[in-house]
């Protein structure tokens, strides 16, 4: 349970804000690649940590994202023209390059200086295999870009992102995340042999659905181990996940390289970014094709406004009950809801509300985890105001070198010390994965 204060210092990001701060000094994903193609595009809104912003790529192939106003009088960027290296306002006519300098004022006099006097707010982009990131941050220099994983493998091997806006908190979406009990329930099918649902995943089934939970403090966050007993000759399984600052997330599905990341719109919004690829092989078209519309059987996406908060919105949402199948739900699954992505867990976290008003909550023993990584970010917001110190990763892109890991071990046998390399993506192992279920 959180008090009021500590639940507004946790969620609350806009500008400002403790957390905002925090999460600025981070580079942050904020749109595929694809969605700006094209030299001297289309122009697209971005509404990221509460502010209002327009992303373009300009005649040099480099993506700017800079303030959706106008300096001059403050008219929308998003109504301007993309051309010849810089984004002009169709007011007046100012012209903004991708570092926010203005290039050209045509409504002044050719002799004036002024527009070397005025720039508008610009943030670096990085475009890394098929993901814009940014840096929001103070910095005059940003910090190193991430290691991930997924940021370093060839292109070939990564698979087009995966997004889904939630109407909700980011930390609702992050804490559900880092909840391993809930698999069973919200996944699970109602018995061992029990087929999909058509258009669906299977779904998991365990005999234990009650996991211990260890966690483990690291310099990029923590990481943890579900466990559970899968018979009665002693064989453990650990679901062994990672959470990384402030906001990415690695969870053990399959033998796939992925990081996740919940990145804040706004208060009452944010993106579920899914980037994931293959470690030793180049990606399948016919993955790419799922990832960019892995809703596709429960009706797509809605159509895009120039609103952000429509962009990848699925179909399936609170609006319609999540296409909830009570049929389904008798022969096939626990929930009834199409198992496609995270749209299961995304009817949870958005039932709570926007904001969920965390002093009404019970939390247990498989709760660890969510109060664990709780502490760590409001220690960190507040040590951040009290003297400007940040976690080691934000200046150290090689610690979130990490894996997930699944893996069967004996009772008793000790899971950190076991799958150390395992979890070191530069430990030369193969991606490891065993199934807990089946």
């Known amino acids: 349970m959180l008090t009021t204060e500590e639940n507004e210092l946790l969620t609350k990001v806009g500008p400002g804000t403790p957390m905002g701060a925090l999460l600025r000094q981070f580079w942050t994903p904020f749109l595929p690649s694809r969605d700006l193609l094209e030299t001297d595009g289309v122009i697209k809104r971005v509404r990221l940590l509460g502010e209002d912003l327009v992303a373009f790529r300009d005649s040099n192939g480099e993506v700017g994202l800079v303030a959706e106003n106008c300096p001059h009088r403050g008219a929308s960027l998003f109504f301007g023209r993309n051309e010849f290296c810089g984004l002009a306002c169709n007011y007046h006519g100012w012209k903004f390059d991708i ?5 050209d004022m045509p409504n002044e006099p050719a002799e004036s200086n002024f527009k070397d006097k005025v ?4 943030y670096p982009v990085r475009d890394v295999n098929r993901m814009l990131w940014t840096y929001m941050g103070p910095r005059e220099t940003p910090p190193p870009f991430p290691q991930f994983e997924v940021n370093t493998l060839p292109y070939d091997q990564i698979y087009e ?29 109602i018995g061992p042999d029990v087929p999909a649902a058509p258009g669906s995943m299977r779904g ?76 030793n092989e180049k990606a399948s078209p016919q993955m790419d094709v799922r990832m960019m519309d892995g809703f596709a059987s429960a009706g797509g996406y809605i159509p895009e406004t120039s609103d952000p908060r429509t962009r990848y919105f699925s179909y399936a949402n609170k609006g319609n009950d999540y296409l909830i199948d009570y049929e389904v739900q008798k022969n096939h699954n626990m929930s009834g809801i199409p198992f496609l992505m995270n749209l299961q867990d995304r009817a949870m976290t958005e039932t709570m509300g926007k904001t969920y008003d965390r002093r009404k909550e019970h939390l247990g023993t498989s709760d660890r985890m969510i109060i664990h990584v709780r502490k760590q970010l409001l220690s960190a917001s507040r040590a951040f105001q009290e003297d400007g110190s940040l ?18 071990l004996k009772d008793g046998e000790d899971w950190v010390e076991t799958t150390k390399v395992m979890r070191d993506v530069d430990g030369g192992l193969p991606v490891e994965h065993v199934p807990f279920f089946d």
């Open 99 to 103: 570092t926010g300098a203005c290039i």
């Open 119 to 122: 720039r508008v707010t610009a």
């Open 161 to 189: 992102p995966h997004v889904m806006t939630e109407e909700c908190n980011w930390v609702q979406g992050l804490e559900g995340d880092l909840d391993t009990s809930h698999v069973y329930f919200i996944h699970g099918r």
């Open 204 to 279: 998991v089934w365990t005999n234990d659905r009650a996991p211990g939970l260890d966690v483990v403090t690291t310099p990029y966050g923590a990481v943890y181990s579900g466990i559970r007993r899968i018979n009665d000759t002693g064989d453990i399984h650990h679901r062994i996940n990672q959470y990384i600052y402030p906001f990415f997330t690695m969870i053990t599905i399959d033998s796939t390289v992925g990081l996740r990341a919940w990145v804040p719109i706004d208060d009452d919004y944010h993106m579920l970014i899914n980037m994931s690829g293959k470690a």
């Open 391 to 408: 976690p080691e990763s934000v200046d150290d892109p090689e610690l979130v070198r990490v894996r997930p890991v699944g893996i069967h």
